[in-house]
């Protein structure tokens, strides 16, 4: 393959595309994969199941990361606080 291929996989499918092509292939659900098989760019899934899974998956971080922020809100304020007393 040439210097400017790129490389995509969807389940057990992987192909040498050319960079015009990419946009097609990202539409078919083939994530960008580099040498060693790590996702560079995923693609948007079409399948209720996995969307389903991401949904859940990122409902659940962001109520983690909302209490995160929560938490550190309370431990400024606390420390605000007792800037104010001194």
């Known amino acids: 393959m040439s210097k400017e291929s790129i490389i995509v996989q969807r389940a057990n499918v992987i192909l040498h595309i050319a960079p015009e092509q ?3 292939y990202m539409t078919q659900g083939y994530n960008v ?3 060693e098989g790590n996702v560079i ?3 948007i899934p079409k399948d209720l199941g996995t969307l ?3 949904y859940v998956e990122h409902t659940e971080k962001i109520a983690e990361l909302e209490a995160e922020i929560k938490s550190l809100k309370q431990k ?3 420390k605000q606080s007792k800037v104010e007393e001194e």
């Open 76 to 78: 400024r304020g606390r």
């Open 22 to 24: 990419l946009d097609y």
């Open 33 to 35: 994969i580099d040498n």
């Open 41 to 43: 760019k995923a693609s």
């Open 52 to 54: 389903q899974k991401l």
